[in-house]
T-cell receptor, first 111, second 113 residues
Framework: GENVEQHPSTLSVQEGDSAVIKCTYS??????FPWYKQELGKGPQLIID?????GEKKDQRIAVTLNKTAKHFSLHITETQPEDSAVYFC??????????FGTGTRLKVLA | DSGVTQTPKHLITATGQRVTLRCSPR?????VYWYQQSLDQGLQFLIH???????AKGNILERFSAQQFPDLHSELNLSSLELGDSALYFC????????????FGPGTRLLVL
């Protein structure tokens, strides 16, 4: 069936370093890939998304890359700050209502 | 703030009971989605409504039901509650029903004792 694998499950980085989270999807028809950040006690918040006709997208310190051939996409956070500490979820969709979520990555930025 | 509101924030109840969770979508959004997030698990899609009509069901138990009202708010009803139903329940909304970004509410934390 459809699934999205997300790695690593936990990630600790020093403040100022970069963090990379990777997701691999199984449904080759997927064409929309959002990333969500979930802080403790809050709902997931969309931080960046990418569609299959684009290979890379940046928004300040956050970037997402997509490799359709390999069916994987990655979240890159540069110059990490303590407030980046949260759980990050990737998702894949074939352009319908249905999102298949990864299992999440708990990012800790150490001051 | 996503613009999606959910009430209540917390709910504690006993096994066998029934509860109703409420969601108000962002202004202008016609779609509402319900998700369950259990401990150490990701987000599991439960059900999707678009403009008052059920559009899709995911891993939703028969003990659970939902509806979307004419004013577009939605309610998720959970009955015959079991300990394993303890989880975070999120509502999300989007403008349409396809190719649309989903915006999540703050969630309702349900604890079944």
């Amino acid at each position: 069936g459809e699934n999205v694998e997300q790695h690593p499950s936990t990630l600790s980085v020093q403040e100022g370093d970069s963090a990379v989270i990777k997701c691999t999807y199984s449904d080759s028809a997927s064409n929309y890939f959002p990333w969500y950040k979930q802080e403790l006690g809050k709902g997931p918040q969309l931080i960046i998304d990418i569609r299959s006709n684009v290979g890379e997208k940046k928004d300040q310190r956050i970037a997402v890359t997509l490799n359709k051939t390999a069916k994987h996409f990655s979240l890159h956070i540069t110059e990490t700050q303590p407030e980046d500490s949260a759980v990050y979820f990737c998702a894949a969709s074939r352009g319908t209502y249905k999102y298949i979520f990864g299992t999440g990555t708990r990012l800790k930025v150490l001051a | 703030d996503s613009g999606v509101t959910q009430t209540p924030k917390h709910l504690i109840t006993a096994t066998g009971q029934r509860v109703t969770l409420r969601c108000s979508p962002r202004s202008g959004d016609l779609s509402v989605y319900w998700y369950q997030q259990s401990l150490d698990q990701g987000l599991q899609f439960l059900i999707h409504y678009y403009n008052g009509e059920e559009r899709a069901k995911g891993n939703i138990l028969e003990r659970f039901s939902a509806q979307q009202f004419p004013d577009l708010h939605s309610e998720l009803n959970l009955s015959s509650l079991e300990l394993g139903d303890s989880a975070l329940y999120f509502c999300a909304s989007s403008e349409g029903q396809i190719q649309e970004t989903q915006y999540f509410g703050p969630g309702t934390r349900l604890l079944v004792l």
